[in-house]
């Protein structure tokens, strides 16, 4: 992970029971995050400071403990800061089921829980999530700094100046005004100024000519400029100039005025004598008022980019670790798949005659694909399925979607095509569009109970450089429109959300739009949702044009199944999970091979280094102390020829891991498995 430019960050581990301190701290150190065990949690709060990454505590470490030092610290944090505690509960002890724990919530604020025992790739991601939450921390840091730095200049120049700015509320009448504007007008850095206050403060005589130059400005939105005799608490005469301008709110409606005062009784005063003197005078006073005009002006603009960045900065720390998390739990649900689906195959062979119990377990094995399809789209939200990605005529594909599409929905929908010709090709995974125009259309489908026409269009564009989400070059554009119920603009900012979904309850997961959103992303593209109230919602797929061209398809050849003259094999499965490798074990012994288990790469190697001999190795990616590359590695330097398959349930490898061994994504059938070994044997 990229260093934090100018800060020596490290996490803050506080687990005093047992181990945990030590097994966190070495976590850590693998995935090159520095940490700092504290023995106390005096110790801890000494050794808070803005370095700090994130903090990784054990709920059983704070039940007793005095928390007030650390609340108090927390409370004091910078207002950019928002430290991330990482809590570590027990066995069943998660936030959903341990109310005591859940509460550390509100105690701490920013926190993330991790039910023990936890597996290391899930507490190396939390705690880089939290790493990369917390440099966005410094980065806003650096930028309300800036931001700093622009009001300080600017006050020095409305100083340099000598002018007041003030505020009026048009609803409430409410009058803010700076130290200097109120000397304008006779008042003391401490006194209250009201805007009847000011009105008093009017010579009589120009009272009505001010009321008309306000009125003016907010019926006409004309900028505000006037300049009036003024009269001091002491009966002194005194001058001011005054302008401003008008702001409205989203629907056009007046909301304040916003300006710049001057104190100008010098040149009231000569005006009568030396005319031409005081237009140059005001000519000078306009000047630097739109000099200043400008320079607030272009701090407004920084304020606003300031406000949006810290909302992309919130979305992004929120989609960034629900994906994190999502990536992890479907990782682990496909390993519990694999084992629930493999014993159900050969448990519906050892029943085979006895119907009853053939249909309970085709209805459990129903359950757990609808399962494995659920893990599916949420490896696609999390970008870490498994994507054939080639040139891909979309055109065709949309085409001969037609008739499943039709199907799909139904026949109160219409399905109306608008593909053009000579389309480019696109770079994508054509199983995975196919799946994500079907989430599409079937969720339009649902925006119209009433039935309706669903319009997918294709068309060719250019992405310009300037795009903030795309990088520029060409695209090809699939969009889904419905004449359904449409979204609201709450509704919309979450529709891409996991789990959220607008459906009765049962009705939908949640995960379709998710599923989309996060092949967009693979691919290199985006997916974007227009939507309003009765209005529909139109909803378009960017992908990128491909630089190669479309491979003539090979005729499809149904994949061979063992040789009868192959005979049984020698093979050895490696799983650190004891229940999945006793399920692929069956599943291969019930094939008719000869299976040796074990359970960690360094097991595996002393079978080899000891004179066994095999004829193929399976092995599950992710294990503790050496993953599934590394020993598919070693073994190759010890056995060349030997056929290597691996296993796992992320379905695509991490970044920079290469190695040419056949795969096969969790949970496999024992169909699967079977076609998988007789290809590769």
């Not at 429109?481 to 919309?492: E, K, N, R, V, Y």
Request: proline residues 5%.
């Amino acid at each position: 992970m990229a260093p934090i430019p100018d800060r020596d960050v490290f996490g803050l581990i506080h687990a005093p029971l047992g181990r945990d301190a030590q097994i966190a701290a070495t976590l850590l150190q693998e995935a090159e995050l520095r940490a700092k065990i504290a023995p106390t949690l005096e110790a801890l709060v000494a050794d808070l400071s803005e370095n700090v990454a994130f903090a990784v505590m054990t709920e059983e470490a704070l039940r007793s403990a005095d928390l007030r030092p650390l609340v108090s610290w927390i409370e004091t944090q910078p207002s950019w800061s928002d430290l991330p505690f990482i809590i570590l509960t027990a066995r069943g002890g998660g936030p959903e089921r341990n109310p005591a724990a859940a509460r550390l919530s509100d105690v701490l604020g920013n926190v993330s829980f991790i039910e023990r025992p936890f597996h290391p790739t899930t507490f190396i991601s939390v705690g880089r999530s939290a790493m990369r939450a917390r440099r966005r921390q410094y980065e806003a840091s650096a930028r309300m700094e800036a931001l700093d730095e622009g009001e300080r200049r600017l006050q020095t120049a409305l100083a340099a100046g000598r002018l007041g700015t003030w505020e009026l509320d048009l609803t409430t009448n409410i009058l803010t005004t700076s130290a200097t504007c109120r000397a304008i007008f006779g008042r003391g850095p401490d006194d209250d100024f009201t805007y009847d206050d000011l009105l008093q403060a009017i010579h009589p005589d120009d009272v009505a000519r001010m009321k008309d130059a306000v009125r003016n400005t907010i019926e006409t939105g004309a900028d505000y400029a006037i300049a009036y005799r003024t009269v001091w608490p002491d009966g002194s005469v005194h001058g001011a100039e005054i302008r401003a301008q008008l702001y409205r709110d989203r629907t056009g409606h007046p909301i304040k005025l916003v300006g710049v005062s001057a104190d100008i009784t010098d040149r009231l005063q000569a005006e009568e004598q030396q005319r031409h003197l005081n237009e140059m005078l005001e000519e000078r006073v306009a000047e630097r008022t739109r000099e200043l005009q400008e320079a607030h002006r272009l701090v407004l603009a920084e304020v606003s980019q300031r406000e949006r960045a810290e909302e992309q900065l919130r979305q992004a720390q929120k989609m960034e670790a629900i994906g994190q998390l999502t990536g992890g739990v479907a990782h682990d649900f496909n390993n519990l798949l694999m084992a629930v689906l493999g014993n159900l195959e050969l448990l519906r062979k050892h029943v085979a005659g006895d119907v009853k119990a053939t249909r309970l377990i085709d209805g459990a094995l129903q359950g757990a694909q609808r399962g494995a399809s659920l893990t599916q789209r949420l490896l696609a939200f999390a970008r870490r399925q498994d994507l054939h990605v080639g040139a891909v005529d979309l055109a065709g594909l949309v085409t001969e979607m037609e008739d499943l599409l039709q199907h799909s929905v139904g026949p109160r929908i219409t399905i109306e095509l608008a593909v053009p010709e000579r389309l480019p090709p696109v770079s994508a995974d054509a199983n995975q569009v196919e799946l994500a125009l079907l989430n599409l259309a079937v969720n339009a489908r649902d925006a119209m109970p009433d039935g309706g026409t669903i319009r997918i269009e294709l068309k060719d564009t250019d992405q310009p450089a300037d795009s903030e989400t795309l990088a520029p070059g060409r695209y090809v554009v699939l969009s889904v429109i419905d004449q359904g119920l449409g979204m609201d603009a709450q509704t919309l900012q979450k529709a891409i959300e996991p789990f959220f979904s607008t459906k009765e309850l049962g009705k939908g997961t949640g995960l379709g739009l998710s599923m989309v959103h996060g092949l967009a992303l693979q691919l290199d593209g985006r997916l974007t949702l227009k939507s309003a109230p009765g209005q529909g919602t139109t909803a378009e797929l960017w992908i990128p044009v491909s630089t190669t061209q479309i491979e003539d398809k090979e005729p499809d050849v149904a994949p061979a199944g063992p040789r009868d003259d192959a005979g049984p094999k020698r093979i050895l499965l490696v799983d650190d999970d004891v229940l999945i490798a006793m399920s692929s074990a069956d599943m291969l012994s019930d094939l008719g091979h000869e299976v040796t288990e074990a359970h960690s790469g360094k097991e595996a190697l002393a079978l080899i280094d000891g004179g066994a001999t095999f004829d193929l190795l399976i092995t599950d990616y992710s294990m503790p102390g050496m993953t599934g590359a590394e020993l598919a590695k070693a073994a190759r330097d010890r056995l060349p020829g030997l056929p290597i398959l691996l296993a796992s349930g992320y379905a695509d490898l991490p970044s920079g891991v290469e190695i040419d061994v056949a795969r096969l994504a969790k949970p496999y059938s024992q169909d699967q498995l079977a076609a998988m070994l007789a290809k590769m044997l």
